[in-house]
């Protein structure tokens, strides 16, 4: 059993997933821990990379910011919980493949993870798989967290959902569904190199890796659990405030592809997206297999929260029922089979649909854009949205919320949109132009097998002193 010696960030170290009084227990915590491999600052992963940072944590992952001894490249390195699948990194290597030996250019290369290297390293709880890509800078939610007012300037929000549907094209077009599209997913790439810094100006630049020790609460006698870290280091805070982003700047990848699967290959029935992300068939329609369409469905709630200083769909401390009652005010009459099928539909609607709460309580589509979107952008001396533009992108996002995934524009029907082809495609192009003058690309550099090496799997090695 483990306690934890001071105030430990729990929103950084679980990526939001798990609220601080869910861990009163103790017990659950120790365990927790001990399905992360204890990595260290100056510790060496597969005999080449030294950890000097860390970058993040999830629930089921941890980052860390590296430098390749040969090559003195930094690199980030995600270290998955013992026992897991390792199906991601397949799946990012069969990506990386393909793509580097597509003829696009390097800046949609960019907006999925370049897999530079895969190993795994065996710890106390089992094997832990580890992919090695490019640093990022922070996740899109990060950067509209820490906005005035959750906004981004609206070229830059622009760019940021044409280079989102961008990504997750690429995505469909190899065969793979996402699973979980959503703004923590989201990163937003790095406006420069780290390469021409040593570590020592990387620490005078971002800051020091600040620890947390880790306690043993358990009687002196009792066999110490070799799974739980002595100490905890603290995510680097390279948080940009998304009103601060340039269209420059403005220069995403998508990540984590734990949950991504391939609906030709093997149905899937459970979501593991964010429950106001879910689209309603997995609710409404269990029975049916998810696919593309259902990251479709994620995309146009992720549109709006780009655009503006609010979620589409509220699902923050509110229950199933809820959710499908705000799907129900911006998509109208779902089918009368999956009507039948809601169970809590007469806690908000008659057998009619007419609703059980009052015209104020209803936020409709023009509502929720005038309430999250222009409001806010007004108040806070941001462009708003014209009348055309706004037409188009409404237009663009009650065809994405349509209830039947069959109903639903594919990824390719949706860059072809009125929207896209008019603000945020050329959005996106007009940054790439200002970019150029930010920075040199790097080259890109992928593992030479589709598989990774059988031969890999490597216990850490500490630098001695």
Same mark, same amino acid.
């Given at each position: 059993?483990?306690? #934890?010696?001071?105030?430990?960030?729990?929103?950084?170290?679980?990526?939001?997933?798990?609220?601080?009084?869910?861990?009163?227990?103790?017990?659950?915590?120790?365990?927790? &821990?001990?399905?992360?491999?204890?990595?260290?600052? +100056?510790?060496?992963?597969?005999? !080449?990379?030294?950890?000097?940072?860390?970058?993040?944590?999830?629930?089921?992952?941890?980052?860390?910011? /590296?430098?390749?001894?040969?090559?003195?490249?930094?690199?980030?390195i995600k270290v998955g919980i013992a026992q897991s699948d390792g199906s991601e990194g397949q799946i990012l290597?069969?990506? =990386?493949? #393909?793509? %580097?030996?597509?003829? $696009?250019?390097?800046?949609?290369? &960019?907006?999925?993870?370049?897999?530079?290297?895969?190993?795994? #390293?065996?710890?106390?709880?089992?094997?832990?798989?580890?992919?090695?890509?490019?640093? /990022?800078?922070? *996740? &899109?939610?990060?950067?509209?967290?820490?906005a005035s007012g959750g906004l981004f300037q609206l070229d830059v929000a622009r760019s940021l959902a044409a280079?989102?549907? $961008?990504?997750?094209?690429?995505?469909?077009?190899?065969?793979?569904?996402?699973?979980?599209?959503?703004?923590?997913?989201?990163?937003?790439?790095?406006?420069?190199? @780290?390469? +021409?810094? =040593?570590?020592?100006?990387?620490?005078?630049?971002?800051?020091?890796?600040?620890?947390?020790?880790?306690?043993?609460?358990?009687?002196? /006698?009792?066999?110490?659990? @070799?799974?739980?870290?002595?100490?905890?280091?603290?995510?680097?805070?390279?948080?940009?405030?998304?009103?601060?982003?340039?269209? %420059?700047?403005?220069?995403?990848?998508?990540?984590?592809?734990?949950?991504?699967?391939?609906?030709?290959?093997?149905?899937?029935?459970?979501?593991?997206?964010?429950?106001?992300?879910?689209?309603?068939?997995?609710?409404?329609?269990?029975?049916?297999?998810?696919?593309?369409?259902?990251?479709?469905?994620?995309?146009?709630?992720?549109?709006?929260? @780009?655009?503006?200083?609010? =979620?589409?769909?509220?699902?923050?401390?509110?229950?199933?029922?809820?959710?499908?009652?705000?799907?129900?005010?911006?998509?109208?009459?779902?089918?009368?089979?999956?009507? !039948?099928?809601?169970?809590? !539909?007469?806690?908000?609607?008659?057998?009619?649909?007419?609703?059980?709460?009052?015209?104020?309580?209803?936020?409709?589509?023009?509502?929720?854009?005038?309430?999250?979107?222009?409001?806010?952008?007004?108040?806070?001396?941001?462009?708003?949205? /014209?009348?055309?533009?706004?037409?188009?992108?409404?237009?663009?996002?009650?065809?994405?919320?349509?209830?039947?995934?069959?109903? !639903?524009p594919n990824i390719s029907k949706v860059l072809k949109s009125d929207w896209m082809t008019r603000w945020a495609?050329?959005?996106?192009?007009?940054?790439?132009?200002?970019?150029?003058?930010?920075?040199?690309?790097?080259?890109?550099?992928? @593992?030479?097998?589709?598989?990774?090496?059988?031969?890999? *799997?490597?216990?850490?090695?500490?630098?001695?002193?």
């Amino acid at each position: 059993m483990a306690l #934890i010696l001071g105030t430990i960030p729990f929103d950084e170290l679980y990526d939001g997933g798990t609220d601080e009084e869910d861990l009163e227990d103790l017990e659950l915590l120790g365990g927790v &821990l001990g399905d992360f491999y204890p990595v260290d600052i +100056d510790d060496r992963l597969n005999e !080449r990379y030294r950890i000097v940072h860390k970058l993040g944590s999830g629930p089921f992952s941890e980052v860390w910011l /590296a430098i390749h001894e040969e090559t003195h490249k930094y690199v980030a390195i995600k270290v998955g919980i013992a026992q897991s699948d390792g199906s991601e990194g397949q799946i990012l290597t069969k990506i =990386s493949h #393909i793509l %580097a030996n597509s003829k $696009i250019g390097n800046d949609k290369k &960019l907006l999925v993870p370049t897999l530079l290297d895969r190993f795994e #390293i065996s710890g106390p709880k089992g094997t832990h798989p580890c992919l090695v890509t490019l640093p /990022a800078q922070c *996740t &899109l939610e990060n950067a509209k967290f820490k906005a005035s007012g959750g906004l981004f300037q609206l070229d830059v929000a622009r760019s940021l959902a044409a280079q989102l549907a $961008i990504a997750v094209s690429i995505v469909h077009k190899n065969g793979y569904a996402h699973g979980d599209l959503d703004l923590r997913n989201v990163l937003l790439q790095l406006p420069a190199s @780290l390469d +021409d810094l =040593s570590v020592e100006k990387l620490y005078e630049t971002y800051g020091r890796p600040e620890k947390w020790l880790v306690e043993d609460i358990e009687p002196k /006698a009792a066999s110490p659990d @070799l799974s739980v870290p002595t100490c905890l280091v603290c995510p680097g805070c390279l948080i940009v405030p998304g009103h601060e982003i340039t269209l %420059a700047e403005a220069k995403l990848t998508l990540s984590n592809f734990r949950t991504a699967f391939r609906p030709a290959d093997k149905s899937r029935f459970v979501s593991q997206a964010d429950r106001a992300l879910r689209p309603p068939e997995v609710l409404l329609e269990p029975e049916t297999p998810l696919d593309f369409a259902s990251d479709i469905w994620s995309l146009g709630c992720l549109i709006f929260s @780009l655009l503006g200083g609010d =979620s589409l769909i509220q699902g923050c401390w509110v229950r199933p029922g809820e959710i499908t009652a705000q799907q129900v005010e911006l998509s109208g009459h779902m089918p009368p089979e999956w009507w !039948r099928r809601w169970e809590e !539909r007469p806690e908000w609607y008659t057998e009619d649909g007419e609703p059980l709460f009052g015209p104020e309580e209803a936020r409709p589509w023009e509502r929720r854009f005038e309430e999250s979107v222009q409001k806010p952008r007004e108040t806070s001396g941001m462009e708003t949205l /014209a009348e055309d533009e706004l037409a188009a992108v409404l237009k663009l996002l009650r065809d994405i919320l349509a209830w039947k995934p069959s109903e !639903r524009p594919n990824i390719s029907k949706v860059l072809k949109s009125d929207w896209m082809t008019r603000w945020a495609l050329p959005a996106y192009q007009n940054g790439s132009e200002k970019q150029k003058h930010l920075k040199e690309p790097r080259d890109l550099e992928v @593992l030479s097998d589709l598989q990774a090496p059988k031969d890999t *799997t490597k216990t850490l090695r500490k630098r001695k002193a």
